[in-house]
């Protein structure tokens, strides 16, 4: 393949090789020349050369380009993880040109345990000598003629190469090579040695102790790789990070340093290096930047995204930003804020208690200290008078234990009543339900709110989830029992419902139903605290209610089954959501003896997320 063919496999955006798509061409790169101009901050492709410059992108930057286009047709400002500059090619040359001299690279080759190499068939040299047909006038005149320049030797004999790079009057070498006097070999890049773990020392195409035969390979291998060139162009948040110091540091979460600042490719160019960088890269390897650099790129890009917004951050007593993404000015404001808010809130609390003591003043009543004592014992001692003690186990005398036992509690709600009380008030109840408000609001009777007698009335009580009772239900419904194993395929379906404001969704029943009353008190108060806030802010404020419920059915494939056996009310459910109240619905089916073969939903956003965690989200139809 010529070199026109090899251009159009690589990005024009980010510089790495693709493989084209086989269902269509790639997509070229002038369709979005509009975008580019804005990400890039003026980088026109009209210029780009047909024999330097590919015309293709790959398919990450084409669908990352294609929401900035959209964003910016809507006039909106317009930002992705791109980098902050075009990737840089060079015209063609036969011997140098890492368009055409790529090599495709795959799966990392394993090293074999010491234990279980192959012993060494090599013949070890005579009279003590090493390696004596390889001279050091051969390896140097191999070094000079890939463009390696011979130092000298080192104290201990071994012979160091290096390649310069020469910017003006600025030299600085690059590259370094040390040959050792067992022609094994050592590779320093910047000054910085090449970690053990690097690929050039595991690479089988390179030798790990030079010969006559081999030693070309070692220095055009370096001939051809490139350095690394870490994330250049972040020049306004190393400004921002510097405060005095002559290199920036950059900490992870836990307070180590992982990138440092460094002189970048150009005399005048600063870059940020990982500190686990590759420095040398593979000459089949087209970024100029490694994988642990490129992958660093992210985080920086979002640094420098929050730096650049920093001014737009809210900084009141509110904001949920982090403070550690605040600058000192920012945090100074945020604090004089919660201090105002801490004044507004304790004069708030104080015309709130004058309020109350107002309101106890013109409705309340007053009793003298002697009512108060009277009060007191009755309520305290409950013992009945002489001539009015009841028979033991009378109806009568249960009753009295029951009001005695009421009016000693200090909240009314914790009052546990006996069962046969129940049974007596629910009698009265079903009766005529109009009776029973008027003998528990009359006050000579401390009887249970028509909520908890609805509670022990009903089938079961509409939890949200799913309920024992209901599932119970299903068995019985489905006459799972006695179905054959081929009848017990089902199908889990889900969709939320829109409901209206006030109104719950019953499982039991299938129906929407209201909101229960919270009783006489409870109104009182919540009346109460209505009108203060309403003399606070003057305006009506509206409880939160459910606006969906998410239903759970069951449906038979083989079967006329269709039944709701879970519900949750909501507002709106997200695909993270979805994933426990989805399995949980399939593993009580299972466990009852359905077999769930299939998940039937809408194409709503959250159920297509949900199912693309398990398949590729082109096959779900």
Not at 71 to 84: C, R, V
Not at 516 to 524: K, P, R, S, W
Request: aromatic share 8%; glycine share 6%.
């Amino acid at each position: 393949m010529d070199h026109k063919g090899n251009l159009a496999r690589v990005c024009r955006v980010c510089g790495t090789g693709f493989k084209p798509p086989k269902d269509r061409k790639p997509k070229p790169v002038t369709a979005f020349r509009e975008t580019i101009l804005y990400l890039f901050d003026g980088f026109d492709i009209i210029h780009d050369k047909e024999d330097t410059h590919p015309p293709f992108v790959c398919e990450k930057c084409r669908l990352t380009l294609i929401k900035a286009q959209a964003k910016l047709k809507d006039g909106k400002g317009a930002t992705t993880m791109l980098s902050d500059k075009m990737a840089d090619f060079h015209p063609h040359t036969e011997d140098t040109c890492t368009i055409c001299n790529y090599r495709p690279t795959g799966r990392p080759i394993k090293k074999t345990p010491p234990g279980l190499r192959a012993p060494s068939t090599a013949v070890p040299p005579e009279n003590g000598s090493t390696f004596d047909t390889l001279t050091d006038g051969e390896i140097i005149d191999e070094a000079t003629r890939h463009g390696f320049a011979h130092l000298g030797s080192a104290g201990n004999g071994d012979l160091v190469f290096a390649k310069y790079q020469v910017k003006s009057v600025h030299v600085k070498i690059q590259q370094q090579v040390n040959v050792k006097q067992d022609r094994t070999w050592e590779v320093f890049v910047h000054d910085k040695p090449l970690p053990p773990s690097h690929p050039i020392y595991s690479s089988r195409s390179l030798p790990s102790v030079l010969t006559k035969d081999t030693k070309s390979k070692l220095f055009l291998e370096l001939k051809e790789s490139s350095i690394c060139v870490g994330n250049l162009g972040y020049d306004e948040l190393l400004k921002k990070k510097r405060e005095g110091v002559e290199n920036v540091v950059f900490k992870g979460v836990d307070g180590n340093v992982v990138a440092r600042e460094e002189t970048g490719p150009h005399t005048d160019d600063r870059t940020i290096r990982h500190v686990d960088c590759h420095l040398l890269l593979p000459s089949n390897k087209f970024s100029p930047r490694c994988p642990t650099c490129t992958a660093h790129g992210n985080t920086l890009r979002g640094a420098l995204h929050r730096t650049r917004h920093k001014k737009d951050l809210d900084v009141s007593h509110s904001s949920r930003v982090s403070n550690k993404h605040l600058t000192k000015e920012q945090l100074i404001d945020k604090s004089k804020d919660l201090q105002r808010e801490k004044r507004l809130q304790k004069t708030l609390a104080s015309k709130a208690k004058d309020r109350v003591c107002d309101a106890v003043e013109k409705e309340g009543c007053n009793v003298n200290e002697n009512q108060h004592v009277f009060l007191q014992s009755v309520l305290k001692a409950a013992k009945p008078k002489p001539g009015m003690q009841f028979e033991d186990g009378s109806a009568q005398q249960f009753l009295f234990q029951q009001q005695v036992k009421q009016s000693q509690q200090q909240d009314a709600r914790t009052m546990r009543w006996h069962p046969m009380m129940i049974r007596w008030c629910l009698a009265i109840f079903y009766t005529s339900n109009a009776a029973y408000d008027i003998m528990r609001n009359s006050g000579f009777l401390q009887l249970p709110h028509r909520t908890t007698l609805q509670q022990y009335g009903k089938f079961t009580e509409p939890t949200p989830g799913f309920n024992p009772d209901i599932l119970t239900k299903l068995g019985e419904v489905s006459n799972l029992i006695n179905l054959p194993d081929w009848k017990k395929n089902v199908t889990l379906v889900w969709d939320e419902m829109k409901i209206k404001s006030g109104l719950v969704f019953c499982k039991s029943s299938g129906d929407l139903i209201g909101f229960t009353d919270l009783g006489e008190i409870n109104n009182e108060m919540k009346d109460f605290e209505r009108r203060c806030r309403e003399q606070q802010h003057g305006t009506d404020e509206q409880p939160d209610l459910a606006t969906h419920v998410l239903a759970l059915m069951v449906r038979g494939i083989f079967t006329n089954l269709e039944f709701v056996f879970g519900y949750y009310p909501c507002l709106g459910f997200s695909s993270d959501q979805l994933y426990p109240a989805i399995w949980d619905g399939t593993a009580i089916l299972e466990d009852m003896g359905f077999h769930v073969r299939a998940f039937v939903s809408d194409g709503a956003s959250p159920n297509r997320r949900f199912v693309s965690c398990f398949c590729r989200i082109d096959s779900v139809t």
